[in-house]
Structures are given as C-alpha cells and as structure tokens.
C-alpha cells in the first residue's frame, strides 16, 4: 500500500532499529527510510542482517547492518558509536528486538522467563540508556521538539492475561513502564519523545506464526476486529510519531490492533 505521508517527512534524521532485520521491525526501517530516514538495523544474526541491507538498499534507502545483541551492554555501545561513526547522528531509536514462545507458565523455567525479560525489557532499558547521550541532541536543535526520539514495540498481551505468554505478558508491562518513566524524565529534561506501539496480531510475522492458532472460526475471520493487521499498519504508526504530526505525544504506548484487545466472546 501506499503510504500516505510525504516522501520528505524524515529527510536528514538517522534510525537505529533494534530487531530491524525481519518482521515488524524491518518494515518500520524500510518505511522510515521511504520518508528520508538513514538507517542502522541490529541484529543477532549477520545473514539475516545481510539480506536486509540488500534489500533496503534495493529502494533506494541508504542502510547500514550492526551486529549485536541488546542483551549485551557492550554490543550496545559498539552498536551505538558505529551508527554515530557511519550515518553521524542518533534521531530515532525503536526497540523492535523480541523473543518469544508458547509455554504453559508450569513448563517455563525460571532463566527462559529471565530470556525474555532480557530481551525485550532490559534490551529495550539498555538501548535507551546507551543512546541518550546521543539523542539529546540528535533532533534538528529547534521548535517543539528539539531532542530525539524512542518508540518501543509492545504488544497487548498483558492488558488481561494471556494464555502461554506469562514471561512476554511480565517483559511487555516492563516495556510500558520504561516507556512512561522515560518519557516523564528524558522528556521534560532533554526533550526526548518516548513512545510505544502495541500491535496486535500481524500476518506474516514470527509472533503470529508462532502463537496464533491455526484452527480460527469462519465466522471470526469475517469480523473485522479479528482481521489480522499488516506490518504496514504498524510501520505507518511509526511514521506518525516519528514525523512532526506526533511531536506533542509522549509517554503513550498506541495500540494498533483493529480493536482486538477489547474483546469477549459473544454470549
Ligand atoms: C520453553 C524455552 C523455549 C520454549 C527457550 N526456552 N525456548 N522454554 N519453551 N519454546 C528456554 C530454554 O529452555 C532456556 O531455559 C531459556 O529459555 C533460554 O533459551 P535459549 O535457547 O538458550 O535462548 P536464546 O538462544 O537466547 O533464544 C532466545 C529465545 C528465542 C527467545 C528463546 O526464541 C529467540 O531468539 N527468539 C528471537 C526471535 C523471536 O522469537 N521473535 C518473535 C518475537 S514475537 P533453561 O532453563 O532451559 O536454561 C513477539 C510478539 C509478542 O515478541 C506479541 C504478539 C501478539
């Protein structure tokens, strides 16, 4: 689809996207980079990285791949001065690296509720505490909104209880979190922007293929609150906060789901 925003609305700032080699997150660097954004992605896995370079580079966005693991403050560091050191600047940081399974909470040991914890929510703290020092003065140094920007990817498993999904539930509430105090702090000292988007469920992503059921009712598929969402969708969000259009939103987490979330079965 088409985007409906400029082709101009990010020229000049640079994105470093965590997890910005596949799924949501490399949509989220494919259309910052369509609207003008220069592009660092990091990743685990360098093939994986490889592919997305190439294939950024292949609409014409200049794009860089750092290999690292958010888990690792080192790598954080590295990942943070090679963006400074190739593309110059640190506008937009968004945290889209994530893990997860399906795993009754009887099941789940106590380190693979800590991995994911580590991933998605001391990840997400240790990207933004590394990178401040860089956004407080990445943004353009006038106006309204003169620092950088952060966008942590969520989800909406934890507004009620989510079956299978104690430990995503546990480090998503963590990521919201972060995302208020943040923004409470970084915003009124620096003028930091930190936002969060939920997504709902997203057609051809990990999270769907590995959590959404397979067996869903004819009749939910024909309801529109239970179509599936397109990475389209959430990269378009992304674009809305990042561009000036969101420049008086901060410290929210925009849910992007068609309603989902609200839900109860019909009686
Ligand atoms: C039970 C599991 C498990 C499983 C791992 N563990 N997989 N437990 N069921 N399926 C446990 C292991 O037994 C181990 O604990 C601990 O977790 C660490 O496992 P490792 O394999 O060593 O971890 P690692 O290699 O670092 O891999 C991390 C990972 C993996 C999270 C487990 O799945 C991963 O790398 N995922 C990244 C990609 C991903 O999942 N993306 C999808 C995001 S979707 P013990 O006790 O044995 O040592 C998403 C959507 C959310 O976030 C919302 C959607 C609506």
Redesign the pocket.
Same mark, same amino acid.
């Given at each position: 689809m088409e985007s409906p925003f400029r082709p101009d609305i990010l020229k000049g700032k640079v994105a470093l996207l965590t997890?910005g080699g596949?799924?949501i997150g490399y949509e989220i660097s494919r259309q910052l980079g369509k609207h003008g954004a220069f592009i660092a992605i990091m990743g685990?896995r360098k093939n994986v990285l490889d592919s997305a370079v190439s294939s950024l580079r292949s609409f014409g966005i200049s794009a860089i791949g750092l290999e690292g693991?958010v888990?690792k403050r080192d790598d954080a560091v590295r990942v943070l001065e090679s963006t400074i050191k190739h593309l110059g600047r640190l506008d937009i940081l968004v945290n889209a &690296?994530?893990?997860?399974? @399906? +795993?009754p909470a009887e099941?789940?040991?106590?380190?693979?509720?800590?991995?994911?914890m580590d991933?998605?929510s001391v990840g997400t703290f240790t990207m933004c505490h590394e990178a401040l020092k860089y956004l407080k003065k990445g943004g353009p140094g006038k106006g309204p909104s003169s620092g950088g920007l952060i966008i942590n990817?969520s989800?909406?498993?934890h507004y009620t209880a989510?079956w299978y999904?104690i430990h995503?539930s546990a480090a998503?509430a963590a990521v919201d979190s972060i995302t208020r105090s943040l923004a409470l702090e970084w915003g009124t000292d620096y003028d930091i922007r930190v936002n969060g988007i939920a997504?709902?469920?997203?057609e051809d992503? &990990?999270?769907?293929s590995? @959590? +959404?059921s397979e067996v869903r009712s004819n009749a939910e598929e024909q309801e529109p609150l239970f179509k599936f969402g397109e990475k389209w969708d959430i990269a378009m969000a992304a674009l809305y906060l990042a561009s000036d259009a969101g420049k008086y939103i901060n410290g929210t987490t925009m849910v992007v789901d068609g309603g989902l979330w609200l839900s109860k079965p019909r009686h």
């Open positions: 997890g596949s799924g685990r693991d888990r &690296a994530a893990g997860n399974f @399906l +795993v099941d789940l040991s106590p380190n693979g509720f800590r991995t994911v991933i998605d990817i989800a909406t498993l989510t999904q995503v998503k997504p709902g469920p997203i992503t &990990a999270g769907v590995k @959590l +959404v």
